[in-house]
């Protein structure tokens, strides 16, 4: 199996530009789940999805920040304007089921630096 | 609330000797989820072992075990005969009901295998 498959891996930008961010889970994976990971607040959840549906987004941080999954192979995050507060590694994960024996997939993250 | 606790920021450790890493968890759910995660410098989120809160036996995958002791609610990593590939960061987390089976994360433990 490829594996959960995330781009870019690495992205710099300025701020005020758009960002988005990639994510194809394990193909039958029906959960996707985006996270940013900073040395301040180590690793936290922004929002997952459960058969293409977004659950619970109650970890993005403020309007800036969109998720779609428009299938069940693809999933974007989006951040609008860009500020230097969001340089972070954002991972996407995936796993098979929702219930507390379902481990969770990574990808390689995508190093994101906003100047 | 559901949380958990891994008391050791950093450690340091001979080759070829075992390593305990502690985690300690709170939840009051009694259907849960137990997880560990190796991070290397590289990056990613690696997918190490799981014990399920019914599991009688203790898990193991290769050179890792998971010291699962229920009524001290802790689930300590062991890793056998360690090696230098094994210096990274390592996360505790759980999956219960009550969090919506969101993964709840330790800060992690930084490892450092000398040789």
């Known amino acids: 199996d490829a594996g959960v498959i995330q781009s870019p891996r690495h992205e710099v930008t300025e701020m005020g530009q758009e960002v988005t961010l990639r994510c194809k889970p394990i193909?039958?994976?029906?959960?996707l789940f985006w996270y940013r990971q900073t040395m301040m607040r180590g690793l936290e959840l922004l929002i997952y999805?459960?058969?293409?549906?977004?659950?619970?987004d109650s970890g993005m941080p403020e309007d800036r920040f969109s998720a779609k999954m428009p299938n069940a192979s693809f999933s974007t995050l989006k951040i609008q304007p860009s500020e230097p507060r969001d340089s972070a590694v954002y991972f996407c994960?995936?796993?098979?089921?929702?219930?507390?024996?379902?481990?969770?997939?990574f990808g390689p993250g995508t190093r994101l630096t906003v100047t | 609330a559901q949380k958990i606790t891994q008391t050791q920021p950093g450690m340091f450790v001979q080759e070829k000797e075992a390593v305990t890493l502690d985690c300690t968890y709170d939840t009051s759910d009694q259907s849960y989820g137990l997880f560990w995660y190796k991070q290397p410098s590289s990056g990613e989120m690696i997918f190490l072992i799981y014990q399920g809160s019914y599991d009688e036996q203790n898990a193991t995958e290769g050179r890792y075990s998971l010291n699962f002791q229920k009524a001290r609610k802790s689930a300590n990593l062991v890793i056998s005969a360690s090696q230098l590939g094994d210096s990274a960061m390592y996360f505790c987390a759980m999956r219960v009901v009550d969090s919506n089976y969101q993964l709840i994360w330790g800060a992690g433990t930084k490892l450092i295998i000398k040789p």
């Open positions: 994960a995936s796993s098979l089921g929702g219930g507390t024996i379902y481990e969770q997939y």
């Open positions: 999805f459960n058969n293409n549906v977004p659950i619970d």
């Open positions: 193909s039958g994976h029906d959960y």
